[in-house]
């Protein structure tokens, strides 16, 4: 089987830590992409309490980074990245697999 990864930088991982915190849950991020979005997929984040079998771990600085199986042929490769800028601040999807993506950065095509 192919090696395939996702990886979480340090800023969302310390961001995920904090928002996990606040809520009282494992610091565990989720990422699912759902058929629809500007470009025909969007990404999905939440927390986690657990991984499920299925799901591929990344781990940064102790935050993991869980993807299901079906949605890592999508994102295979990406970065999770928070960022904060003038437009508010927001995880963002760094996929080299995306052959287009949208204004908003929350969906892409293939």
Do not use: H, W
């Not at 928002?19 to 939440?46: D, N």
């Not at 935050?63 to 995880?91: H, N, Q, T």
């Amino acid at each position: 089987m192919d090696q395939q990864t996702v990886t979480l930088s340090p800023s969302a991982a310390s961001r995920v830590a904090a928002i996990a915190e606040k809520q009282g849950k494992p610091a565990i991020l989720r990422l699912s992409v759902e058929g629809g979005g500007c470009s025909g997929f969007q990404y999905k984040f939440g927390l986690a309490e657990a991984p499920e079998a299925d799901d591929t771990v990344a781990e940064t600085d102790g935050v993991r980074l869980v993807v299901d199986s079906v949605s890592l042929d999508l994102v295979s490769g990406c970065m999770v990245d928070y960022v904060e800028s003038l437009g508010g601040a927001a995880f963002r999807v760094e996929n080299p697999q995306a052959a287009a993506g949208c204004g908003c950065g929350s969906s892409f095509s293939v």
